[in-house]
């Protein structure tokens, strides 16, 4: 399938990012408009329309509008040419929707913004991090690591020996969870996953989105 596939969100966002990989890793153009919803004042006002909720990214293709990146992704990997994002194997294909149900809601609040946010970005801006904060994310990131290497078992990528949905949907995370010290250092003590990232961090989706 072809056409125009535009992305509406902030370069930066780990859910911008995943749909972008996916996009990447399946070889389909597509062209990101920034939508600032930091904003004084919020994204614009016609943006709502595409996100009732005013987060993002939103998703168009010929027309077709979607939001929420775990849809998106899946739609992404369905309506498009190129090799496939999900297992066929039906126990596989629920591994990958509980990993990336585990990033969503366990991983992404905690690992980014009390560890990420407040350890790396907070001070940037002239503010004072938040301890407790930080000490609670690392706690929750340690049970997700772990939770994570123990499903990935002897398997290269998260899910099986080829890359799926889940692995795409933890790169941008993890790629921030690195950047605090604190988040660095607890990877480090992950050696399956410490091999999963360097593996990532090599293939062009990634060095083209994330880095």
Known sequence: MTGDVIVFGAAYSVYVRIVRLALEEKGVPYRLEEID????????????????????????????????????????????????????????????????GLLDSYAYRSMVWDVVVERVYVPQEGGVSDEGKIAAGLRTGEICLSTLGDLMSEYDYLVGSHITLADLHAAPMLAYFRKAPEGANLLAHHPALVRWWEGMSMRPSVQAVVD
Do not use: S, W
């Open 37 to 100: 919803i930091f904003a004084e004042g919020g994204p614009p006002a016609d943006y709502l329309a595409r996100h009732p909720f005013a987060r993002i990214p939103a998703f168009e293709h010929e027309g077709f509008c979607l939001f929420e990146a775990a849809a998106i992704t899946r739609y992404v990997d369905e309506a498009f040419d190129g090799p496939a994002l999900m297992p066929q194997d039906t126990k596989m294909r629920a591994r990958v929707n509980q990993i990336t």
